[in-house]
């Protein structure tokens, strides 16, 4: 099984999902993300989604959790890079997500937690 990747950013996590959601995997994900709030002190969790094409009722239900538990742990959530199907069919699901914010993209997400994404220089002479 692979295990979702937890970036350190500052003091937010990024969980970027490139894999096909399975139970276990979200499952996993949930007691890595646990585990790395409490390690880093972070203050801020943003997970990508944007390679997330379907999702049904448990894994919405569980990025509620993850928003809920990471709460619990002074750390806010944002989830960004949702695509229209998969916010329909959420809508769909009754799944509202309740605590979970949403951006379109990282860089917004990262404005919501207000941290900033770090200066790479590209642009300066």
């Known amino acids: 099984m692979e295990r979702v990747p937890i970036l350190k950013i500052g003091d937010v996590l990024l969980v970027s999902i490139q894999i096909d959601l399975q139970d276990q995997s979200v499952l ?3 007691e890595d993300l646990a585990d790395k709030i409490v390690k880093t002190g972070a203050r801020g969790v943003i997970i990508d989604i944007t390679a997330v094409e379907i ?3 448990f894994i919405g239900r569980m990025f509620a959790t993850i928003a809920s538990m990471s709460r619990l742990m002074d750390a806010e959530t944002v989830v960004v890079g949702m695509r229209p199907a998969v916010a329909i069919t959420l809508v769909e699901l009754g799944l ?4 979970v914010r949403t951006a379109l993209d990282l860089e917004k997400g990262m404005r919501l937690l207000g941290a900033a994404l770090p200066d790479t220089g590209a642009g300066r002479r």
Not at 96 to 99: A, M, P, V
């Open 28 to 30: 996993s994900l949930q």
């Open 55 to 57: 999702v049904d009722s």
């Open 96 to 99: 509202s997500l309740g605590g």
